[in-house]
Nanobody, 122 residues
Framework: QVQLVESGGGLVQAGGSLRLSCAAS????????ASWFRQGPGKQRELVAGISGGGITNYADSVKDRFTISTDNAKNTVYLLMNSLKPEDTAVYYC????????????????WGQGTQVTVSS
């Protein structure tokens, strides 16, 4: 079963930048859709950004024009570049993939990874 490992989080001052990475533990034939979610203290998990296999992206209004999602299919990795960070971006960030493991496989969805903590100080 594929596992996801998120990394790249940390402590940053407001206005700073971070790049999160999410790597799949196995080789994937095709990523159909990749998404980043976050869960802040006392809040529900929310969708931050998504990207289709064709490269079409969507973002939550709160991060639009500041965050950029991208994929590297050769590395089975999804990235989230976060610029102009704000204290309200503080959360644990998780990724999720819809994928085809092989050419003949059915569409699958990854289980949640452990997440990576992002803390933005004011």
């Amino acid at each position: 079963q594929v596992q996801l490992v998120e990394s790249g989080g940390g402590l940053v001052q407001a206005g700073g930048s971070l790049r999160l990475s999410c790597a799949a533990s196995i080789s994937i034939f095709k990523i159909n859709r990749a998404s980043w979610f976050r869960q802040g203290p006392g809040k529900q998990r929310e969708l931050v950004a998504g990207i289709s296999g064709g490269g079409i992206t969507n973002y939550a209004d709160s991060v639009k024009d500041r965050f950029t999602i991208s994929t590297d299919n050769a590395k089975n990795t999804v990235y989230l570049l976060m610029n102009s960070l704000k204290p309200e971006d503080t959360a644990v960030y998780y990724c999720n993939l819809e994928f085809f493991e092989t050419f003949w496989s059915a569409l699958s969805t990854t289980p949640w990874g452990q997440g990576t903590q992002v803390t933005v100080s004011s």
